[in-house]
């Protein structure tokens, strides 16, 4: 398949999708420090974390990063949101749609 050259990103049309039914990372491929990430949630909500800190645990990854070249080759899509913007954008949108 191959990007539909009209398709936008402030108003996609999923019927006009590549592929409707894929499952895409969908990061800005620059690494986040999870005190960060949680940082960037605490705020969109509102409130603090109950943070309980451990050590590493099995299966733990010391870094990891987003990697879209899939979402980029078949949708022709490159995210660019910073950690903070999407994670406040992902809750108003779950406030929104779950009527919290």
Request: glycine share 4%; proline share 10%; hydrophobic share 30%.
């Amino acid at each position: 398949p191959s990007p539909d050259s009209d398709w936008q990103a402030e108003m996609p049309d999923p019927s006009t999708s590549t592929a409707p039914y894929k499952i895409y990372n969908i990061g800005n491929s620059h690494p986040v420090k999870l005190m960060d990430f949680i940082q960037a949630i605490e705020e969109a909500v509102g409130y603090p974390a109950e943070k309980i800190f451990l050590p590493m645990q099995p299966g733990d990854v010391y870094q990891t990063n987003a990697d879209t070249t899939v979402l980029q080759n078949e949708l022709g899509f490159k995210p660019d949101k910073s950690i903070r913007e999407g994670v406040k954008e992902t809750i108003e949108w779950y406030r929104s749609f779950y009527q919290l």
